[in-house]
């Protein structure tokens, strides 16, 4: 009895030793992998972001990443990048921003392309987790049209009685959907008045 005891005893051993190397090993992978592939990753987030800049600033040939010079003081964490928009010869032409405003699913993410005079020359919904059929046609151009080209500085509200205001018609069943892009974009506007001096100057890259 003595001697089966011990036989368990040591089969346990063995088995936690061959579990622990295993949990080891498991892990050494996962970790080469996640290293292997979050270069990847980084790469391809990168280039979507470059295609979604140009879709919003199609007069800019170049991007540069001005958000750690000019959100490092900022107090409202939802302003996210801050891009300059550059034209041929590498003069700021304008600025591109993504920020964040709530939504009925969640945080809504938009990329605004901000002319020098504060007009809105592109819009995009970069991400969003809203209704599927409702709040996610915050994402089509017939939407996002209505902020384009409007009178420049001037911020937007779904209120017609807001008269000081762009009015923009909400999306049919989607209010919440559609007042998180007209936040956003506020928002965006906000700091693109607060700072354009800072960023047509440029930054020390340029």
Do not use: C, W
């Not at 990847?40 to 979507?48: A, F, G, L, P």
């Not at 003081?73 to 921003?97: Q, Y």
């Not at 089509?140 to 017609?160: A, C, D, Q, Y």
Request: net charge negative; proline share 2%.
């Amino acid at each position: 009895m003595q001697n089966r005891k011990r036989e368990f005893k040591e089969l346990g051993i063995v088995s936690a030793f061959i579990l622990f190397a295993i949990t080891i090993i498991v892990t050494a992978l996962l970790a080469g992998v996640d290293q292997f592939t979050e270069p990847v990753i980084s790469q391809h987030q990168v280039e979507e972001a470059e295609i979604s800049h140009e879709h919003v600033f199609e007069d800019a040939v170049t991007f540069t990443d001005r958000s750690a010079e000019l959100l490092k003081d900022h107090d409202d964490k939802r302003v996210v990048t801050v891009f300059d928009a550059l034209d041929e010869d590498g003069k700021v032409i304008g600025v591109v921003l993504e920020t964040l405003a709530a939504g009925y699913g969640g945080d809504v993410k938009v990329m605004t392309g901000i002319s020098p005079e504060l007009e809105i020359v592109g819009l995009e919904v970069v991400s969003n987790t809203e209704t599927p059929g409702l709040g996610t046609k915050i994402t089509e151009e017939s939407f996002m049209g209505r902020f384009i080209g409007k009178t420049p500085g001037v911020k937007f509200s779904l209120k017609t009685e807001d008269s000081d205001m762009t009015h923009i018609d909400a999306l049919t069943g989607a209010t919440l959907s559609s007042r998180a892009v007209v936040n956003a974009v506020n928002r965006a506007l906000d700091f693109a008045s607060d700072n354009m001096d800072t960023i047509l100057a440029g930054g020390d890259s340029q």
